[in-house]
């Protein structure tokens, strides 16, 4: 089955650093989603991403799907203490159940 | 417009007891999927609904079980609870699978 793999497991960044979370992918995707989750609470729908070489970009988080299809990155511009939480990669595998990686926990520093 | 509405957000139960959670996806929307979610395991795919008809199933017992209605709105219940059946349950929906999924806030389960 299909299993997504997401680095650096945690990020500590001081306010204004740009930075990348990775999603690795054990199979071609079809479509990738990146999702945020503040502690507790519901999951908010970032980007969905379906073409390699696809990139996308919402306010100041950029995302990409490699042409291979198997990696995806989220790239954070200029962070703010608003972009803490838990950012999470999801995907349909071949069953077209849904899967998540286990998600990167990201923590901005005033 | 009004988004994804899980009802209840808290639920405390006892083990052996069943449970009935409510999600009302946004209009329109006619793909309901259920998420559990623990610290141990993270978040997990329980089934997906489309037109009230269960189209996807994770790999979870036969007590976890759902249902959704000719309005799209959705239920899930689970029996016979176990302790470890504690967490953070979600729903999202969308227009069909591969498209943008919305979540709801969640219901957070405890059994006792």
């Known amino acids: 089955s299909q299993e997504l793999e997401q680095s650096p497991q945690s990020l500590i960044v001081q306010e204004g650093k740009n930075l990348t979370i990775n999603c690795t992918s054990s199979?071609?995707?079809?479509?990738l989603y990146w999702y945020k989750q503040k502690y507790g609470e519901g999951l908010i729908f970032l980007m969905m991403?379906?073409?390699?070489?696809e990139e996308k970009s919402h306010e100041k988080i950029t995302a990409k799907l490699d042409e291979k299809k198997q990696q995806s990155s989220l790239h954070i511009t200029a962070s703010q203490p608003s972009h803490a939480g838990i950012y999470l990669c999801?995907?349909?595998?071949?069953?077209?159940?849904?899967?998540f990686g286990p998600g990167t926990r990201l923590s901005v520093l005033p | 417009k009004a988004g994804v509405t899980q009802t209840p957000r808290y639920l405390i139960k006892t083990r052996g007891q069943q449970v009935t959670l409510s999600c009302s996806p946004i209009s329109g929307h006619r793909s309901v999927s259920w998420y559990q979610q623990t610290p141990g395991q993270g978040l997990q795919f329980l089934f997906e609904y489309f037109s009230e008809t269960q189209r996807n199933k994770g790999n979870f017992p036969g007590r976890f079980s759902g249902r959704q209605f000719s309005n799209s709105r959705s239920e899930m219940n689970v029996s016979t609870l176990e302790l470890g059946d504690s967490a953070l349950y979600l729903c999202?929906?969308?227009?069909?699978?591969?498209?943008?999924?919305?979540f709801g806030q969640g219901t957070r389960l405890t059994v006792v």
């Open positions: 991403l379906q073409k390699g070489g």
């Open positions: 999801g995907a349909y595998n071949y069953g077209q159940n849904f899967v």
């Open positions: 199979k071609t995707l079809y479509g």
């Open positions: 999202a929906s969308g227009r069909d699978s591969y498209t943008e999924a919305f």
